[in-house]
């Protein structure tokens, strides 16, 4: 899993609540189990008209944020069935990090096991960001995680709470497997006791 330190670039605003999994990676994308190109279905309902072309009222369509590693969103992002394509979609596209109120529980573990960072803030924090979001070219936020910041492009600082073992994990890159892995000595060593103590096993 990638690290996640910190991260400047361009935020997105998407104030639309309760999006769910289904608008941000449509079902027709789910016959993979790949994590890679599914960014091309990324919001495609509304990325793309009905011909196939891309619709230019979408916000990352537009030229400022074609390259948005930040999402700026409403309430309650995330919403809808448990498919974890929807975080894979996102980091696949580009986004390391959604900004929102409010998250649905499972699309909120699933970010952290795929190095996408969910930050929670207030509603009035909220709409500051997205009004930082909404300046086009000069729409740029940077994330410290460490210090557990968001910087606006004016300045301003705005602290988030994060729980600590998952902060851990998104500094070190660590998912399940990677998490396992860190206890590898252990366990090869349990198993060594295993085998001497129970040859049946």
Known sequence: ?????????????????????DMIIPKQYLKTIAR???GKGLFSEMRYNDDGSENPDFILNKPAYRKA?????GENFGCGSSREHAPW???DYGIRCIISTSFADIFYNNCFKNGVLPIVVTPEELEKLMDDASRGANATLSID?????????DGGVIHFDIDPFRKHCMMNGLDDIGLTLEKATSITAHEGRI????PWV
């Open 89 to 91: 979609a996102l980091l």
């Open 36 to 38: 890679t190109g599914l």
């Open 69 to 73: 590693q930040i999402l700026v969103a």
């Open 145 to 153: 995680l460490a210090s557990q910041e968001i910087r606006g492009p």
């Open 1 to 21: 899993m990638l690290k996640f330190t910190e991260l400047t670039g361009v935020a997105a605003p998407l104030p639309l609540i309760n999006v769910d999994t």
């Open 195 to 198: 085998t001497e103590d129970r």
